[in-house]
């Protein structure tokens, strides 16, 4: 049965919400878990959840309360003395604190305890324990960060979010190919269709790198679905399964992304409480505007992927509440179980 190590002490809310979201994914998904941290602090929790259950809520909006049976969960815990923090140069960082937490949560990937990896932690750290503990693929020169987005339609696959900000036109086609098998293998969709993030539709737009990676994808033998060219108002129309980009582009549209959504939810709260009709057409509209809020949350897809590595890590966001990190450990064990690294490195060679 697949296991998930999870980092306990990485992410905003550590290890209270960490470890909930751990014991609900258990819970809901019957996966085990292996918790890797500080054992007094996670046990901490663990008694806290068996006495007063899990309560959890999803950008104010309460979800649910249930009680847990932890002997009827197959949970054990790790020893991490370390802990990397989100200012720590990663490199150096997981080179000194070889006890923390997320590098022997990597550990137990690379020794086989566990199948895969869930870290809402620092991403760079998550993403260069991952590099040096489990290795790249074969045949592939970077790895790169897969993120889910909302659209119309279904969601969209942008990779690289962050892990490259300098990136060849050969490593672009291969975080195509990732994609397009993580797509096809985890979302069950048969002929994804790719895409590359431009400033226009038109082949000849761009600049030298977009057009390179153009002219690959256009001439690609291997059964590559490439659609041409994506301007970033096109990525939530729902007409493109993957959108490849370099790193830094990527993670510019995706904090914008994220900066443009949250500005938008609080001006709609602010709009529905400033008068007395204002705040009686918010109630009314509550239940439609969690319905809306559920399609568009970053919690309900729980992570992004780090494809290309020799093993599954899931790279959670820094806030994630317990909903986000069950959701996280739902993706990693959907990842192991479709075999999507064996896929990727059939394709790559």
Known sequence: MTRIAVDAMGGDYAPGEIVKGAV?????????????GK????QKVLNEISRKGIRSNRGGYFI????VDLSKLDIKITQADEVIEMGEAPGTAIRKKRKSSIVLAVDAVAKGSSDAVVAAGSTGAAMASSLFGLGRLPGIERPAIAVTLPTMDEPVI????????????????????????????????KDPKIGILNIGEEEEKGNQLVKDVHKLLKENNIGLHFIGNVEGKELFQGNVDVVVCDGFVGNVALKTIEGSSMMLFK???????????????????????????????????????????????????GRSSSYAIRNAVRVAKEAVESGVNKKIAELIN
Not at 39 to 42: G, Q, R, S
Not at 64 to 67: A, D, G, L, R, T
Not at 160 to 185: H, I, P, R, W, Y
Not at 284 to 312: D, Q, S, T
């Open 158 to 189: 942008l990779i690289d979010a962050g892990a490259n900000s300098s990136c060849t036109s050969e490593m672009l086609f291969q975080f195509a190919t990732m994609g397009s098998t993580f797509v096809k293998n985890v979302y069950n969709r």
């Open 267 to 317: 001006l709609i709260k602010q709009e529905f409480k400033s008068d007395i009709i204002s705040m009686i057409v918010g109630l009314l509209a509550k239940p439609f505007m969690k319905r809306i809020y559920k399609r568009v949350n970053y919690e309900e897809f729980g992570g992004a992927l780090l494809l290309g590595v020799k093993g599954i890590t899931v790279i959670s966001h």
């Open 24 to 36: 609900w994914a258990a819970h809901d998904y019957n996966v085990p878990i292996e918790l890797v």
């Open 64 to 67: 649910k309360k249930f009680k």
């Open 39 to 42: 054992t007094d602090e996670i």
